[in-house]
């Protein structure tokens, strides 16, 4: 069964942590996305990548950054997390060579509280 | 930039009930349109998309989804829910051709009472 894996699926932080959050896929996708979703906002774009080392701003990339070095892992960084960072926060693949049209691979997950 | 309408934010129905959920996008060259769901606890999950042919898709669980191109609007369908049915439903457009990402509605909660 084809998987995105995001390391974590609960977190704590405190204010002005630097926090790492990973996901790695089994799929052998080239694109890769960071999304935020919060209730009545749906889902928001953060980062994406369609290449190893390669990054492309989403809607809300602002106290954020990503690490792509392996084609399978992509990485979100919030370099000084602040409270309004609380929220959930899905990694998701997709093929290239179908675009991105042919839909989404997700994984499960992950809650960050920022205290 | 595109965008996903998704005017329904909560729906309440009892088991049997038909269920439509609205979705308009705006957006008026080719699309890509994709329901998604999320029960509780459990990540994303493809039900169904439309790429082009047939407007009426059918999708996994007994949903379909009509795409209507003159009214911009991928509605949901599903004749009789069941209370597993309870979950989350976002629709995502992909607007024209080539490596675009996919923009989500705000999504749906829909509740079934047993």
């Known amino acids: 069964d084809v998987k995105v894996t995001q390391s974590s699926r609960y977190l704590v932080k405190r204010t002005g942590e630097k926090v790492f959050l990973e996901c790695v896929q089994d799929?052998?996708?080239?694109?890769m996305f960071w999304y935020r979703q919060d209730p009545g906002l749906g889902l928001r774009l953060i980062y994406f990548?369609?290449?190893?080392?390669?990054?492309e701003k989403g809607d809300i990339p602002e106290g954020y950054s990503v690490s792509r070095e392996k084609k399978e892992r992509f990485s979100l960084i919030l370099e000084s997390a602040s409270t309004n960072q609380t929220s959930m926060y899905l990694c998701?693949?997709?093929?290239?060579?179908?675009?991105?049209?042919?839909?989404?691979?997700f994984g499960s997950g992950t809650r960050l509280t920022v205290v | 930039a595109q965008s996903v309408s998704q005017h329904n934010h909560h729906v309440i129905l009892s088991e049997a009930a038909s269920l439509e959920l609205g979705c308009n996008y705006s957006y008026g060259g080719t699309v890509n349109l994709f329901w998604y769901v999320q029960y509780p606890g459990q990540h994303l999950q493809l039900l169904l998309k439309?790429?082009?042919?047939?407007?009426l898709v059918k999708g996994i669980k007994g949903f379909e989804a009509e795409f209507i191109k003159s009214k911009f609007s991928f509605n949901l369908r599903k004749p009789s829910v069941q209370w597993s049915d309870t979950a989350e439903y976002f629709c995502a457009v992909k607007a024209g051709t080539g490596f675009q990402k996919l923009v989500f509605g705000t999504g749906t909660r829909l509740l079934v009472s047993p």
């Open positions: 998701a693949s997709s093929l290239r060579q179908q675009g991105v049209g042919y839909g989404y691979t």
């Open positions: 799929m052998d996708h080239e694109n």
């Open positions: 439309y790429f082009s042919g047939d407007p």
């Open positions: 990548s369609y290449d190893v080392k390669m990054k």
